[in-house]
């Protein structure tokens, strides 16, 4: 059974730290391409990086670049997304999403219909 399981979102005040792990289990993460995703009330959801199976190729939206960094534990089947410098928008349900298998990744990593796994969330609150 597939499952990714999300964790270390929380409350941070502006300007602060986060950073979150998504634990993966019942598939091959080694061979998966991986991504973060972020939804906030009333908006859609929207990428934030992904990450190719080695972590060789990473992709980022543009207006994240510099402040949040994406990467792997291959070992221990483990996604991690570092946030730093937030901002009261960086407000969201943040989502991890993987997709098994993978072979080709360019320009793809950041489209969510790449992924065919998703987790079920980490919240993130940032205040001012």
């Known amino acids: 059974q597939v499952q990714l399981v999300e964790s270390g979102g929380g409350s941070v005040q502006d300007g602060g730290s986060l950073r979150l792990s998504c634990k993966a289990s019942?598939?091959?993460?080694?061979?998966?391409?991986m991504g973060w995703f972020r939804q906030a009330p009333g908006k859609e959801r929207e990428a934030v990086a992904g990450?190719?199976?080695?972590?060789?190729?990473?992709e980022y939206t543009d207006s994240l670049k510099g402040r949040f960094a994406i990467s792997r534990d291959n070992a221990n089947n483990i996604l991690y997304l570092q946030m730093n410098s937030l901002n009261p928008e960086d407000t969201a349900m943040y989502y991890c999403?993987?997709?098994?298998?993978?072979?080709?990744?360019?320009?793809?990593?950041?489209?969510?219909?790449?992924?065919?796994?998703w987790g079920q969330g980490t919240q993130v609150s940032v205040s001012s």
């Open positions: 999403a993987a997709r098994d298998s993978c072979r080709r990744w360019t320009g793809i990593l950041l489209s969510e219909s790449t992924y065919n796994y």
């Open positions: 990450l190719s199976p080695v972590g060789r190729t990473t």
């Open positions: 019942g598939f091959t993460f080694g061979n998966s391409c």
